[in-house]
């Protein structure tokens, strides 16, 4: 072990930090990634493109004023959700029926007040209709998108025949010719009055959707940077979506969440109903309190990862839903062949395999890359039950697929499982101090060739006795300057134990800041503006600054207030120092590398009061701060008081 080495300074004792040159372990590959569940609307309505909420009536009652959530009947139209005799498709059981009344004049017809976000770029609009009757009406719709007032930024004819009495689909295109002064605004569908008078007529399936990234249909979104027209319709920014995430450079992404894979077994999340024309997948009641459309579906999921250059770890759903409830083991045969399913479906040959031809029917030929297997999540409020479950699902995967690891989500060895994992998901909410005391966690670890992803972790609220209690009484609505040094002081033990550490990835990733379900989250966002948290700086530093190989050094203080990980990039010829301050005072540090290093360097800094957050009202609050940093064998670093610090040198 090196030795620490503290002499006095002017001000205050300073840190002296000696760097082996001999690498002890590769840095994984996946090391930073980021974890998806549906909740604060951060799928649909997040970064799933689609613009309209309630679209397709799905999971809801019909005849029944909430079954007409976001609609609303434009001047003397009347609107009903109704089981419709003749549905667009068994998954989709509910149209809206609308009538236009004897004697109506002007516009007459519905809107929807929608998501969050549409820029002044082009918008594909879509529906069906049929007449329950047929009808010599010979007209046209007109869809717009405008403001509360009745502005029109965009709008669009489409021809309607009475005589359709079977489902068709239409579809227009919409180019804004204006941007909106205001965040309030709708998406309408509307008739001639006169014209239409006593018409009545039944919808379904409707979308508008903006251009999304990589183009993909029915993709996500795009534009958090740039004005949208949005259907709320608030001034939406849904590139900067996209271009967060990205720009945090994540290796992986863990999906389809956490504990949204189900509340009951009844309501889980099905890969099959996620697939496929959306008229064909029935949605469901998601786990935060919503419906959840599964247009963000299976494969959409893997055009993520592959388009934002991530690698999935997937998770399959293992028998246990959050009503507490277990199936037993021989009910599991089922659902275990559908994990197989699942799997087969995005790594399987569709030349032998029917899932996999139905992958490359939807486009795809060619198998994603796939390597770890999540079997449930967060076993350890079942792990009794996991003793089968994990047996059962285990065993069968790793037959059907010997190549994949498959991850295990109990506690460590609690209990002990057969066949033994070789790879654990660990999750920790709790404070920033909690974080900073536990820098050391992973160096306790027995090397047994098990290895290790902390799946979730945030530090979530100032108070250790009511982590999960509300804002009133430590919950922290948005990550601060504390609670992200907190967490980088853990993170410093990830890399100085990558030898079992394969994963991190911060949890929740998005929040609506108009519907959320749990604080604080990563990123935040709202009709116009997407707002990274001190905490996403934090992780995006990390991950830009990871390096191919851990440098031992100079240990720091247990349970101290000053952390460090020095890694190299083979790759860049590059040194990383992150540097940890966790003190209401600024941290001298004196670094000794074993090689030479060119004198021209930079240092990227996150530092700010420890209270402070990045959020609507304060959304720059925090920044990173790159400046020029003048480096030598020996050198001398000042860490500011509550900072996260990141020195990159390049060998000479």
């Given at each position: 072990m090196?030795?620490?080495?503290?002499?006095?300074?002017?001000a205050?004792?300073?840190?002296v930090?000696?760097?082996?040159?001999?690498?002890?372990?590769?840095?994984?590959?996946l090391?930073?990634?980021?974890m998806?569940?549906d909740?604060?609307?951060?799928?649909d309505?997040?970064?799933?493109?689609e613009?309209?909420?309630?679209?397709?009536f799905?999971?809801?009652?019909?005849?029944t004023?909430?079954?007409?959530y976001?609609?609303?009947?434009?001047?003397?139209?009347?609107?009903?959700?109704?089981?419709d005799?003749?549905?667009?498709?068994?998954?989709?059981?509910n149209?809206?029926?609308?009538?236009?009344?004897?004697?109506?004049?002007?516009?007459?017809?519905?809107g929807n007040?929608g998501?969050y976000?549409?820029?002044?770029?082009?918008?594909n609009?879509?529906?069906?209709?049929?007449?329950p009757?047929?009808?010599t009406?010979?007209?046209t719709?007109?869809?717009s998108?405008?403001?509360?007032?009745g502005?029109?930024?965009?709008?669009?004819?489409?021809?309607?025949s009475?005589?359709?009495?079977t489902?068709k689909?239409?579809?227009?295109?919409?180019?804004?010719?204006?941007?909106?002064?205001?965040?309030?605004n709708n998406?309408?569908l509307?008739?001639d009055?006169?014209s239409?008078?006593g018409?009545?007529?039944?919808?379904?399936?409707?979308?508008?959707?903006?251009?999304?990234?990589?183009?993909?249909?029915?993709?996500?979104?795009?534009?958090l940077?740039?004005?949208r027209?949005?259907?709320?319709?608030?001034?939406?920014?849904?590139?900067?979506?996209?271009?967060?995430?990205y720009?945090?450079?994540?290796?992986?992404?863990?999906?389809?969440?956490?504990?949204?894979?189900?509340?009951?077994?009844e309501t889980?999340?099905v890969?099959?109903?996620?697939?496929?024309?959306?008229v064909d997948?029935?949605?469901?009641t998601?786990?935060?309190?919503?419906?959840?459309?599964?247009?963000?579906?299976?494969?959409?999921?893997?055009?993520?990862?592959?388009?934002?250059e991530?690698?999935?770890?997937m998770?399959?759903?293992?028998g246990?839903s959050?009503?507490?409830?277990?199936?037993?083991?021989?009910?599991?045969?089922p659902?275990?062949?559908a994990?197989?399913?699942?799997?087969?479906?995005?790594?399987?040959?569709?030349?032998?395999?029917?899932?996999?031809?139905?992958r490359?029917?939807?486009?795809?030929?060619k198998?994603?890359k796939?390597?770890?297997?999540?079997?449930?999540?967060?076993?350890?409020?079942?792990?009794?039950?996991?003793?089968?479950?994990w047996?059962?699902?285990?065993?069968?995967?790793?037959?059907?697929?010997?190549?994949?690891?498959?991850?295990?989500?109990t506690?460590?060895?609690?209990?002990?499982l057969d066949?033994?994992?070789?790879?654990?998901?660990?999750?920790?909410y709790s404070?920033?101090?909690y974080?900073v005391e536990?820098?050391?966690?992973?160096?306790?670890?027995?090397?047994?060739?098990?290895?290790y992803?902390?799946?979730?972790?945030?530090?979530?609220?100032?108070?250790?006795?009511?982590?999960?209690?509300?804002?009133?009484?430590?919950r922290?609505?948005?990550?601060?300057?504390?609670s992200?040094v907190?967490e980088?002081?853990?993170m410093?033990g990830?890399?100085?134990?990558?030898?079992?550490v394969?994963?991190?990835?911060?949890?929740?990733?998005l929040?609506?800041?108009?519907n959320?379900?749990?604080?604080?989250?990563?990123?935040a966002?709202?009709?116009s503006?997407?707002?990274?948290?001190?905490?996403?700086?934090v992780?995006?530093?990390?991950?830009t600054?990871?390096?191919?190989?851990?440098?031992p050094?100079?240990l720091?203080?247990?349970?101290?207030?000053?952390?460090?990980?020095?890694?190299?990039d083979?790759?860049?010829s590059?040194?990383?120092?992150?540097?940890?301050?966790?003190?209401?005072?600024?941290?001298p540090?004196?670094f000794?590398?074993?090689?030479?290093?060119?004198?021209?360097?930079?240092?990227t800094?996150?530092?700010?009061?420890?209270?402070?957050?990045?959020?609507?009202?304060?959304?720059?609050?925090?920044?990173?701060?790159?400046?020029?940093?003048?480096?030598?064998?020996?050198?001398?670093?000042?860490?500011?008081a509550?900072?996260?610090?990141a020195?990159?040198?390049?060998?000479?």
């Open positions: 090196l030795t620490l080495f503290v002499f006095a300074s002017f205050t004792a300073t840190s930090v000696t760097v082996s040159g001999t690498a002890s372990h590769a840095i994984p590959p090391l930073y990634g980021q998806l569940e909740i604060n609307h951060s799928g309505g997040g970064i799933y493109a613009l309209l909420q309630n679209r397709a799905q999971q809801v009652t019909p005849n004023p909430a079954a007409l976001a609609w609303s009947p434009i001047n003397s139209a009347d609107i009903n959700v109704i089981a005799p003749s549905p667009v498709s068994t998954a989709l059981p149209s809206l029926q609308v009538t236009i009344p004897q004697g109506a004049s002007g516009q007459v017809g519905f007040a998501y976000g549409s820029s002044s770029l082009d918008f609009a879509s529906f069906y209709y049929r007449f009757t047929a009808s009406f010979d007209g719709a007109t869809v998108l405008q403001s509360q007032t502005e029109v930024y965009i709008s669009a004819s489409i021809p309607i009475g005589s359709q009495t489902w689909q239409v579809a227009a295109s919409l180019t804004p010719t204006s941007s909106p002064t205001s965040t309030a998406f309408t509307t008739f009055g006169t239409a008078a018409q009545t007529i039944n919808f379904a399936m409707f979308s508008l959707f903006p251009p999304t990234f990589n183009n993909r249909e029915n993709g996500l979104r795009i534009d940077a740039t004005v027209i949005h259907v709320s319709f608030r001034v939406a920014s849904l590139l900067l979506i996209h271009q967060t995430l720009e945090m450079k994540p290796s992986y992404f863990r999906l389809p969440g956490g504990n949204n894979l189900g509340q009951t077994s889980r999340w890969w099959d109903a996620t697939v496929g024309p959306l997948r029935p949605g469901r998601g786990d935060w309190g919503y419906i959840n459309t599964d247009g963000l579906g299976l494969l959409e999921y893997m055009y993520l990862c592959e388009d934002m991530m690698e999935p770890i998770a399959v759903w293992a246990y959050l009503d507490g409830k277990s199936l037993p083991e021989d009910a599991l045969g659902y275990i062949q994990a197989i399913n699942q799997i087969n479906f995005v790594i399987g040959d569709p030349a032998t395999n029917e899932y996999a031809a139905l490359a029917s939807l486009g795809h030929p198998a994603f796939l390597t770890y297997i999540e079997i449930g999540n967060e076993d350890f409020f079942a792990s009794d039950t996991y003793i089968y479950r047996r059962d699902f285990a065993g069968n995967l790793t037959a059907a697929f010997p190549q994949l690891h498959f991850v295990a989500t506690y460590p060895f609690n209990p002990i066949p033994v994992p070789v790879q654990y998901d660990n999750h920790v404070t920033p101090d974080f536990n820098a050391f966690y992973y160096d306790a670890y027995e090397r047994n060739g098990t290895y992803m902390q799946g979730e972790y945030a530090a979530i609220s100032t108070n250790p006795n009511d982590v999960f209690g509300s804002v009133s009484d430590g922290l609505m948005y990550p601060t300057v504390q992200a907190g980088a002081a853990y410093t990830f890399e100085r134990n990558t030898d079992i394969f994963g991190a990835s911060y949890a929740p990733l929040m609506n800041v108009g959320y379900q749990w604080t604080p989250n990563l990123v966002f709202d009709a503006t997407v707002y990274p948290s001190t905490s996403y700086y992780q995006q530093l990390f991950s600054h990871r390096g191919t190989e851990y440098l050094s100079t720091p203080i247990y349970n101290g207030t000053l952390y460090w990980s020095v890694t190299r083979t790759n860049l590059a040194v990383y120092i992150k540097v940890v301050n966790y003190d209401t005072a600024p941290a540090v004196t000794v590398l074993p090689f030479q290093v060119s004198s021209s360097g930079n240092v800094v996150i530092t700010g009061d420890a209270t402070a957050s990045n959020t609507p009202t304060t959304p720059k609050a925090v920044l990173p701060k790159t400046s020029a940093m003048t480096f030598a064998q020996t050198f001398n670093y000042t860490a500011p509550y900072s996260v610090s020195l990159a040198a390049y060998l000479a």
